[in-house]
């Protein structure tokens, strides 16, 4: 079994910074990538980015190279979202997922999720 925790999220003012965690557990947990998602109310779970497990490379979805920073600690086997100047288009549960494929920047390459974090953004 997997378990993957998210922790972080909160109400922050627009150009406001915050740090998401996603700690994973588990008998099964071996990830190849981890990723993170957000989702609105009434849209699909849009990709933020993921990052490999082995070598630490990262990939951004459109519009979020920049302010957002994909990280990992292998040790505490915890993954990590740096999110800065953030804007209220911003605001949206953020989940974090684990999976086995090579290049996962889609919902379904995903394996297990976490329950997710709200991120709000006022302005």
């Known amino acids: 079994q997997v378990q993957l925790i998210e922790s972080g999220g909160g109400l922050v003012q627009a150009g406001d910074s915050l740090r998401l965690s996603c700690a994973g557990s588990g008998s099964a947990f071996n990830p190849y990538t981890m990723g993170w998602f957000r989702q609105t109310p009434g849209k699909e779970r849009q990709f933020v980015a993921f990052i490999n497990w082995v070598s630490g490379n990262t990939y951004y979805g459109r519009s979020m190279k920049g302010r957002f920073t994909i990280s990992k600690d292998n040790a505490k086997s915890t993954l990590y979202l740096e999110m800065n100047n953030l804007r209220p288009e911003d605001t949206a549960v953020y989940y974090c997922?684990?999976?086995?494929?090579?290049?996962?920047?889609?919902?379904?390459?995903?394996?297990?999720w976490g329950q997710g974090t709200q991120v709000t953004v006022s302005s």
């Open positions: 997922a684990a999976g086995r494929t090579v290049f996962p920047n889609k919902e379904s390459d995903y394996t297990y």
